[in-house]
C-alpha cells in the first residue's frame, strides 16, 4: 500500500480568462494621414506600419484602400435607418403645427394622408427639430378697422423717425406675491405654490428713453386725468430726469414726449400743463397699440426682477421696483429703441395688425 504522503499532489493548472477582443482604438485624422505618409512616402507595407503605429493591420488596410479609392481618409456617410417621414412631408407637418395643431392631430391626419402610422413623440420631435416650442398661446385685444387703419398710416409715417430724441410713458400695473411661473419638474409630482385671489398691488407710471429716464410714480388708485396730471407735474420736471452720460448738450431742452391715447392724457389742462414742459413736442400715438411702446419690454424687464425676489410687502416691492429701474442699463433701453424701425416695418406689412413685440 503506498505512503499516502508519498503521493505527489495533483497539479495545479491556472487558466486566464479569455480577455476578449481587443479594446478598439479610433485614429485621429492626422494618424491616418501618417499611415497613408509611411505607405506613399517611406514605402513601409501594412504590417510595418501597424507595428510602428501599435494599431492592428486591418485598421491599417482599410485606410490605406479607402485613400486609394477615394483620396480621402474620413468614413463614409452611413445609410443609417430609413426614415418614415419625408422631407416633403416633415416640410407639411411643420406648417400644420404653425396653424395650431397639436402632435397627436398631426399625427392621426398623417396616418389618414398615407396610411403609414408615426408616434406622436417623432412628430413632437421633428417640429422641435425646427425650434417651435408648444407654448401658451398670448391673449392681444382684437384691434378695430378704424385703429388699424391708424396704426398703418402712424407706421408709415413715422418709419424714418430719430426715435433717440424721444421720451416714451406708460403705467403698469404690479401684484405683490408674483412669482415665477415656471420650473423644472418631475410628472405627477407638479410643484405648488398659494397665490391670493385678489392680492395687494401697486401702480407704477414712468418715462424712458435712449438718454432720459424719469424716476417712477407709485399709486394705489385708477388713473384719471386729475391724477395724470399730478404724475406729470412731479416728474416731467428737468431736474426729475435722469440723463445718460453721453446725452446731447441740446435734448433736454427738445426731447419729445410719446404717451398712449388713455382718455385721461386729453384735456385743456392736461394739455396746458404737458405745454409747460414740452411745449408742441408731443408724438400722437395710435390707439390700441403697446408693442409700438419700448415702455412694455422695460415693464417685462422690472416684473422678471420682481418674480424671482419673491417679495411679501408692498413697501418692499416698491424699493425693489426703484432700485431695479435705477440699475437699469442703457443699453438695454437702447436696444428697445433700435427696434422702432423693425417694429413699424412690421406693422406696415401687417397692413396694421399686430406686431410680434
Request: proline content about 6%; overall charge positive.
Amino acid at each position: 500500500m503506498k505512503n499516502p504522503l508519498l503521493v505527489p499532489a495533483p497539479r495545479l493548472v491556472c487558466v486566464e480568462p479569455n480577455p476578449g477582443p481587443r479594446e478598439s482604438r479610433r485614429l485621429s485624422e492626422e494618424e491616418r494621414w501618417r499611415v497613408v505618409h509611411l505607405s506613399t512616402e517611406l514605402h513601409l507595407n501594412p504590417t510595418a506600419i501597424a507595428k510602428r503605429l501599435g494599431v492592428h493591420r486591418h485598421t491599417v488596410c482599410a485606410i490605406l484602400s479607402k485613400y486609394h479609392e477615394t483620396k480621402m481618409i474620413r468614413d463614409k456617410p452611413r445609410s443609417g435607418r430609413k426614415r418614415k417621414i419625408s422631407t416633403e412631408d416633415g416640410k407639411k407637418i411643420v406648417k400644420k403645427a404653425k396653424q395650431g395643431k397639436d402632435a397627436i392631430e398631426i399625427a392621426r391626419e398623417y396616418e389618414r394622408e398615407t396610411k403609414v402610422k408615426v408616434d406622436r413623440t417623432t412628430i413632437g420631435r421633428l417640429i422641435h427639430d425646427h425650434k417651435l416650442k408648444w407654448l401658451i398661446r398670448q391673449q392681444v385685444q382684437e384691434l378695430t378697422a378704424a385703429n388699424k387703419a391708424k396704426r398703418l398710416a402712424y407706421a408709415r409715417a413715422m418709419s424714418k423717425y430719430n426715435w433717440k430724441r424721444v421720451l416714451f410713458s406708460d403705467e403698469k400695473t404690479f401684484y405683490l406675491g408674483a412669482m415665477k411661473t415656471h420650473a423644472y419638474q418631475e410628472p405627477g409630482k407638479r410643484k405648488t405654490f398659494p397665490v391670493q385671489r385678489h392680492p395687494p398691488k401697486i401702480n407704477v407710471w414712468a418715462g424712458a428713453g435712449a438718454y432720459m429716464k424719469t424716476k417712477l410714480y407709485f399709486f394705489k388708485k385708477n388713473m384719471d386725468a386729475p391724477l395724470y396730471r399730478k404724475v406729470l407735474k412731479a416728474r416731467l420736471r428737468e431736474d426729475r430726469i435722469a440723463f445718460a452720460p453721453d446725452c446731447p448738450v441740446r435734448l433736454p431742452q427738445k426731447y419729445e414726449f410719446l404717451q398712449d391715447n388713455a382718455p385721461w392724457h386729453k384735456g385743456n389742462e392736461t394739455t396746458e400743463i404737458l405745454g409747460e414742459f414740452v411745449s408742441d413736442r408731443i408724438i400722437a400715438h395710435p390707439a390700441q397699440s403697446p408693442d409700438l411702446n419700448l415702455m412694455e419690454d422695460l415693464w417685462s424687464y422690472l416684473d422678471r426682477k420682481v418674480r424671482a425676489a419673491n417679495i411679501k410687502t408692498i413697501e418692499g416691492l416698491k424699493r425693489k421696483l426703484t432700485m431695479e429701474w435705477e440699475k437699469l442699463p442703457w443699453s438695454y433701453v437702447r436696444t428697445s429703441v433700435k427696434s422702432m424701425p423693425s417694429r413699424l416695418a412690421q406693422c406696415v406689412e401687417l397692413e396694421g395688425g399686430r406686431t410680434r413685440y
